[in-house]
T-cell receptor, first 111, second 114 residues
Framework: GENVEQHPSTLSVQEGDSAVIKCTYS??????FPWYKQELGKRPQLIID?????GEKKDQRIAVTLNKTAKHFSLHITETQPEDSAVYFC??????????FGAGTTVTVRA | EAEVAQSPRYKITEKSQAVAFWCDPI?????LYWYRQILGQGPELLVQ????????DSQLPKDRFSAERLKGVDSTLKIQPAELGDSAMYLC????????????FGPGTRLTVL
């Protein structure tokens, strides 16, 4: 099955700086890569996703890049704000198998 | 905006007792998922339904866990008997279809087994 590894496990950044989280996956058949944000005590919420027919996708301060050859994808948050503090999960799936999640990255934005 | 509903939000039980969790997916979503999330880890799929049929239950401990979605709408996950190692967050999610359709999560049920 698919194996998704996520780094770093914790990330502390100064407000206004950028945050980058990286994930690798094992199965070359994976073609869908969502990112979820989970605030303390709340449900995971989709913040951005990317499919294998594109290399980069942006939504305001959030961007995701995908390198299918190297089998890795990354989440970039620019101009971080205190409300960006949360746990972020990457995941990977294909049309034929289930969504597999990374272990999560706890992001803390220091004011 | 429609959301996935779950109840109860919190459940404390003693080992060897039975517990049940309920999930109501977003209206019209054919696919329903139950995940287990251990503290400090990502969600792990327990069971996936397509309408009322089980699509994947390969990670469901079938000796003690059961899940049903009788009318293809809401679903119940049961644990009997509960063990200490079952303490975790149990998340329900739904999507329009299978595969790479976006999954929307419920708030989860935090289970503590004493």
């Amino acid at each position: 099955g698919e194996n998704v590894e996520q780094h770093p496990s914790t990330l502390s950044v100064q407000e206004g700086d950028s945050a980058v989280i990286k994930c690798t996956y094992s199965d070359s058949a994976s073609n869908y890569f969502p990112w979820y944000k989970q605030e303390l005590g709340k449900r995971p919420q989709l913040i951005i996703d990317i499919r294998s027919n594109v290399g980069e996708k942006k939504d305001q301060r959030i961007a995701v890049t995908l390198n299918k050859t190297a089998k890795h994808f990354s989440l970039h948050i620019t101009e971080t704000q205190p409300e960006d503090s949360a746990v972020y999960f990457c995941a990977a799936s294909s049309n034929d198998y289930k969504l597999s999640f990374g272990a999560g990255t706890t992001v803390t934005v220091r004011a | 905006e429609a959301e996935v509903a779950q109840s109860p939000r919190y459940k404390i039980t003693e080992k060897s007792q039975a517990v049940a969790f309920w999930c109501d997916p977003i209206s019209g979503h054919a696919t329903l998922y139950w995940y287990r999330q251990i503290l400090g880890q990502g969600p792990e799929l327990l069971v996936q339904f397509q309408d009322e049929s089980v699509v994947d239950d390969s990670q469901l401990p079938k000796d003690r866990f059961s899940a049903e979605r009788l009318k293809g709408v809401d679903s119940t996950l049961k644990i009997q008997p509960a063990e200490l190692g079952d303490s975790a967050m149990y998340l329900c999610a739904s999507s329009l279809g299978q595969g790479t359709d976006t999954q929307y999560f419920g708030p989860g049920t935090r289970l503590t087994v004493l």
